[in-house]
C-alpha cells in the first residue's frame, strides 16, 4: 500500500499483505528498563492452557511516551464517537491490570 505521489520529505510507510491481518491480543504485557519499553501482545483464550505472545514491540522510552500520547487522543475520539468504555472492576479501583477469563494476575 505505497503512496504513488510522495511529498517532498514525506515518510512512506508500506504494510505488506502478510501484515495487514495484524494478529490478536487480549493481554498486554509491559515491562521496562531505563533505556526501553518492552510491550508483550498476548492472546489468552478459554480451554488452553497456555497463552502465546503473539507480538513483541521493543521502543525507546520518548518512543513510548509518544504512543501513550496517541493512544490518549485516539481512546478520547473513539469516546466522543461511540461512548464510553467500560473496563472491569480491577482497572476501575487503581489501573490494576485486567486479566481475560479469570486469568490469574501475574502468570504470564
Same mark, same amino acid.
Given at each position: 500500500?505505497?503512496?504513488?505521489?510522495?511529498?517532498?520529505?514525506?515518510?512512506?510507510?508500506?504494510?505488506?499483505?502478510?501484515?495487514?491481518?495484524?494478529?490478536?491480543?487480549? #493481554?498486554?504485557? $509491559?515491562?521496562?528498563?531505563?533505556?526501553?519499553?518492552?510491550?508483550? +501482545?498476548? *492472546?489468552?483464550?478459554? /480451554?488452553? !492452557?497456555?497463552?502465546?505472545?503473539?507480538?513483541?514491540?521493543?521502543?525507546?522510552?520518548?518512543?513510548?511516551?509518544?504512543? #501513550?500520547?496517541? $493512544?490518549?487522543?485516539?481512546?478520547?475520539?473513539?469516546?466522543?464517537? +461511540?461512548? *464510553?468504555?467500560?473496563? /472491569?472492576? !480491577?482497572?476501575?479501583?487503581?489501573?490494576?491490570?485486567?486479566?481475560?477469563?479469570?486469568?490469574?494476575?501475574?502468570?504470564?
Amino acid at each position: 500500500m505505497a503512496n504513488n505521489n510522495p511529498q517532498e520529505g514525506q515518510l512512506q510507510i508500506e504494510l505488506r499483505p502478510e501484515k495487514a491481518g495484524g494478529v490478536y491480543s487480549n #493481554l498486554a504485557i $509491559l515491562s521496562h528498563s531505563k533505556t526501553e519499553f518492552v510491550l508483550d +501482545f498476548v *492472546a489468552a483464550l478459554p /480451554g488452553l !492452557p497456555k497463552a502465546q505472545v503473539e507480538s513483541r514491540v521493543i521502543m525507546a522510552p520518548e518512543h513510548a511516551k509518544r504512543l #501513550l500520547l496517541a $493512544l490518549q487522543d485516539n481512546v478520547g475520539k473513539y469516546e466522543n464517537q +461511540f461512548g *464510553a468504555i467500560q473496563l /472491569g472492576a !480491577p482497572a476501575q479501583q487503581g489501573g490494576g491490570t485486567a486479566t481475560p477469563f479469570g486469568v490469574p494476575g501475574g502468570q504470564a
